[in-house]
Structure formats: C-alpha cells, structure tokens
C-alpha cells in the first residue's frame, strides 16, 4: 500500500472554509491504525458501541473497510462519515467525547485489550463534488478502491473538468461505480486534491476495468486534449483497494 495515500488523507485546519463545507453536509473520512493484532479489538467496538453511539450523535456511518493488500491489511480501518454542516461535526464529536457511555465503552475496551491505536485517528473533512454521485453505502459483495489525486500547480479546475466531462461516463462504461468523488476542505489539499471511491464486482474486474479504460479511444483523446497545457497531476494517483467489514452499513442491491 502507499503510505503516501495515508499522508493525504490528514486533515490541515488551517485553510478556510469553502462555503458548502460550511453549510453542509460535509463527509469526514477517518484512518485508523491499530497496534499489530489490535484490528479485531477494534471493528469489535465499531460494531457492538462507536457506530450506534456516533449516530446518537448525529454522525450517519456510511461505510467501514478494510484494506485488502500488505501490512497494513492487518492493522487499518478506513471509514466514512456524514455531518449536516462543519460546526454540526464540530458539536458531534464534543458530545460523542463527553457520552457516558462512550466513555465506559472506552475504559472496558482498554482495560480488555490494552491499547488499540498506534496512533491517533486521521481525519480528512470532504465535499462533494459538482459531479459526485449523491453519497451512499456501498453494495455489498464488491471490491473497492480508493484513489487519492493531487493536481499539479492551479489545475485541480482542469482536472475536475476532465473527470466531470469524460472521466466518471468512461468508467461508467467500463463497470467502474464511483461511490462519490470529494476535495478536502482544508489546508492546501483544498486546491489541489480529489479524493474518490469505485467499486467492481472484483479485483480480477478491477484489472480488467482498467485496461479496457487505458485503451478506450474516448479516453486517450479525452486525456491529450486536457494535457495540451502541462500534466494535470502533480504525481501518480495513490490507490488503495478495499474490502467491506462485516458490519459496514449497505446499499440495498437494486438501489
């Protein structure tokens, strides 16, 4: 796995705001990274307290995975979720912190397993794109892959004209299903980010969903037309395929 796809999923405060992270909704993605042998520990609390209490809350879970690849396959969980504004996030999480039984939830959980994160949670706020899907669980029974993009200097605009226009219709072709696509709302990923979600029926579909794309004509016109001016990414696309955790919440199958 890249660790470089980590790196840009944490979230920098220090940017402002754009106006639809202020009023919502904004999706939040989150990394965990567990002490080895810890995950278990982990997606057991997810799954029996930390979901039902964060949507107590206000905070609606969309969707819980696992990487499927290399170390970190062991030890990572990577979930999405959804707030009705940015300050509404903000009053979430002081009340998640200060729930009584998030707090004993904790102390049991601790004094069971010892300690479970190697670090501390990675948190990246989102907005949707213009051209996103409206976001929802996924569907069960996929593979996933999440792709982190960063634009070279003053192209995220090209880019997001490039996947708004040609990108998202040739996957779509192809049996590529974006989940949504988002841009951070904070720091520099604000301008020169995308962060997307596609699921395939599975990894063997994934490989083969990618060459089909590459050699689609659409595509390579598509691409040197918008390269005509200089590359739009500043470097190769992180990628991290995915697989549901047993408890992620689903998107009924005709949906």
């Given amino acids: 796995m890249r660790h470089f796809l980590f790196a840009a999923l ?29 995950l278990d520990a982990l997606n057991e609390r997810f799954q029996n307290h930390t979901m039902r209490i964060f949507e107590k809350h206000g905070m609606k879970n969309i969707a819980y995975w696992t990487p499927t690849d290399g170390e970190t396959a062991a030890t990572t969980l990577i979930y999405i979720l959804e707030h009705q504004s940015r300050e509404a996030a903000k009053d ?46 996924p569907h069960t029974g996929r593979i996933y892959e999440l792709r982190t993009y960063t634009a070279a200097d003053g192209k995220i605009d090209n880019l997001n004209a490039r996947f708004r226009d040609h990108t998202d219709k040739i996957f779509q072709r192809h049996g590529m299903r974006a989940l949504g696509y988002w841009q951070p709302t904070d720091g520099e990923a604000a301008n020169n980010t995308l962060i997307y979600v596609l699921g395939y029926e599975s990894r063997d579909a994934a490989r083969e969903a990618w060459k089909a794309f590459g050699a689609d004509p659409e595509w390579q016109a598509a691409w040197k037309a918008s390269e005509e001016n200089g590359k739009l990414l500043a470097t190769r696309p992180g990628s991290v395929y995915m697989q549901l955790t047993d408890y992620s919440p689903v998107s009924p199958a005709n949906e």
Avoid at 15 to 27: I, R
Wanted: proline share 8%; aromatic share 10%; hydrophobic share 35%.
């Fill in 10 to 38: 944490v979230a920098v405060f220090a940017g402002p705001l754009s106006l639809q992270a202020a009023e919502g909704p904004v999706y939040e993605m989150r990394v965990y990274t567990c002490e080895p042998g810890k």
């Fill in 92 to 137: 979430s999480w002081d009340a998640f912190r200060n729930d009584p039984e998030w707090k004993q939830v904790a102390k049991e959980s601790q004094e069971k397993h010892g300690k479970i994160l190697a670090k501390a949670p990675e948190s990246t706020y989102m907005v949707a794109t213009d051209y996103s899907p409206k976001t929802a669980s």
